[in-house]
């Protein structure tokens, strides 16, 4: 493992997913899912995410549509925060949810529009 790639992937995990989240799931991590922890940290936040190539909030909007696409609500939550952390709108998270609908599938659409709406009311950018 490199010291140096965790530490950025924790430090950019941290600022996108917020800081009490994933402390939260490092320090629940055990002996069987601390590898993966450390594997996303490393990997997809210290590699990918760090890379100039497209900013965090490109990334953003480019997961919204691929965790749509794969049908994963609880990912979509994080993400959802995430996009507002890196600086999307309520709107632009619509558009990017109404596009899934079309290339997607309704069905995962209509998942993704109601966990997003949850998500969003919690962080108090809908009422």
Not at 34 to 49: A, S
Not at 62 to 89: D, F, Q
């Amino acid at each position: 493992m490199s010291q140096e790639r965790f530490d950025k992937g924790l430090a950019k995990r941290r600022r996108v997913l917020g800081a009490e989240y994933v402390d939260q799931s490092m320090r629940n991590a055990d002996d069987f899912t601390r590898p993966l922890q450390q594997l996303v940290t490393e990997y997809c936040w210290g590699e990918i995410w760090n890379r100039e190539g497209l900013s965090d909030r490109d990334r953003s909007v480019i997961n919204l549509a691929m965790i749509t696409a794969l049908n994963r609500p609880h990912e979509l939550r994080l993400h959802v925060r995430g996009a507002i952390n890196n600086g999307l709108s309520v709107e632009e998270i619509r558009e990017v949810l109404l596009q899934t609908a079309i290339y997607c599938g309704v069905p995962a659409a209509i998942d993704a529009f109601r966990q997003a709406r949850d998500v969003l009311t919690e962080m108090g950018e809908l009422t």
